[in-house]
């Protein structure tokens, strides 16, 4: 089993900048490829970005490429999303996620490819 705590979100002014942690207990996860979702009010979770077991590789939704990176310690068995240049748009609940299977060869954006989850943590970005 694999725990994930999400943390670091809070409220931002428009442009401004958070960084999220997601602090994963209980095993290790450098096997698994790591993925942020976020659910806006109203609206199903989507998918943000996604960083390969490896950590070599990474992909993003359109809506926050080049704003927003993607990261990995695994020495501290965690995964971090650096948000910059914040949109209102990004107001939502943000969660990580851990990949079912070990290895992947190609990261997914699929949420059924995701088998554990972290708590979600609020992102309200003003203007």
């Known amino acids: 089993q694999v725990q994930l705590d999400a943390s670091g979100g809070g409220l931002v002014q428009a442009g401004g900048s958070l960084r999220l942690s997601c602090a994963a207990s209980?095993?290790?996860?450098?096997?698994?490829?790591m993925g942020w979702f976020r659910q806006a009010p109203g609206k199903e979770r989507e998918f943000v970005a996604v960083?390969?077991?490896?950590?070599?590789?990474?992909y993003y939704a359109d809506s926050v490429k080049g704003r927003f990176t993607i990261s990995r310690d695994k020495a501290k068995n965690a995964v971090y999303l650096q948000m910059n240049s914040l949109k209102l748009e990004d107001t939502a609940v943000y969660y990580c996620?851990?990949?079912?299977?070990?290895?992947?060869?190609?990261?997914?954006?699929?949420?059924?490819?995701?088998?554990?989850w972290g708590q979600g943590t609020q992102v309200t970005v003003s203007s």
């Open positions: 960083i390969s077991w490896s950590g070599a590789g990474t």
């Open positions: 209980g095993r290790s996860i450098s096997a698994y490829a």
């Open positions: 996620a851990a990949d079912r299977r070990a290895f992947r060869v190609v990261t997914s954006i699929v949420e059924d490819e995701y088998e554990y």
